[in-house]
T-cell receptor, first 114, second 112 residues
């Protein structure tokens, strides 16, 4: 069965510091991979997605993620964090196809210190 | 503006009183889905619909019903709500394939 693990429940970084949020998945084939961000009181916004091809994916708001098949990982990175990046981040996996079901991780809550 | 609209945003109700949470999208998406979000569990799929009159269960369908009579609308129905359905609910839509690109703002439901 597909699953997604986000090992860090809560992370605090200083503004201007670099950020890496971890995501590991379990899936038999190459999955479709996603990162979403949820700001307080808001819905989920798609940051980026990986389907195939270049394993380094660029997203919105200056985020990027790298697919590493050998490690079953899809970590999210940002070189310099802004205070407005404080939010909860969700990694998700999908097999694609007709059912289109997304399996979400439990989320990582990011706090940004001034 | 492309969007998924849920109503209401907040709802407090009593056990057993039927309620409906509406979801509407203006992007002509075929695929729509409902999720619930609970602390420590992430988002779990309740029901999904691949097109009009085509719906199917997700991972946690018990206690919920849906209908898809029109492409743009996908209401979530709780016939007899119970306290364990207290949660944050999200509706989402997409073009199909793998990417659910659009989520609604969420409906926070409390059942007492």
């Amino acid at each position: 069965a597909q699953s997604v693990t986000q090992p860090d429940i809560h992370i605090t970084v200083s503004e201007g510091a670099s950020l890496e949020l971890r995501c590991n998945y379990s899936y038999g084939a190459t999955p479709y991979l996603f990162w979403y961000v949820q700001s307080p009181g808001q819905g989920l916004q798609l940051l980026l997605k990986y389907f195939s091809g270049d394993t380094l994916v660029q997203g919105i708001k200056g985020f990027e993620a790298e697919f590493k098949r050998s490690q079953s990982s899809f970590n999210l990175r940002k070189p310099s964090v802004h205070w407005s990046d404080a939010a909860e981040y969700f990694c998700a996996v999908s097999s694609g196809g007709a059912t289109n079901k997304l399996i979400f991780g439990t989320g990582t809550l990011l706090a940004v210190q001034p | 503006e492309a969007q998924v609209t849920q109503n209401p945003r907040y709802l407090i109700t009593v056990t057993g009183k039927k309620l409906t949470v509406t979801c509407s999208q203006n992007m002509n998406h075929e695929y729509m889905s409902w999720y619930r979000q609970d602390p420590g569990l992430g988002l779990r799929q309740i029901y999904y619909s691949m097109n009009v009159e085509v719906t199917d269960k997700g991972d946690v369908p018990e206690g919920y019903k849906v209908s898809r009579k029109e492409k743009r609308n996908f209401p979530l129905i709780l016939e007899s709500p119970s306290p364990n359905q207290t949660s944050l609910y999200f509706c989402a839509s997409g073009l199909g394939g793998a990417a659910l690109a659009f989520f609604g703002q969420g409906t926070r439901l409390t059942v007492v």
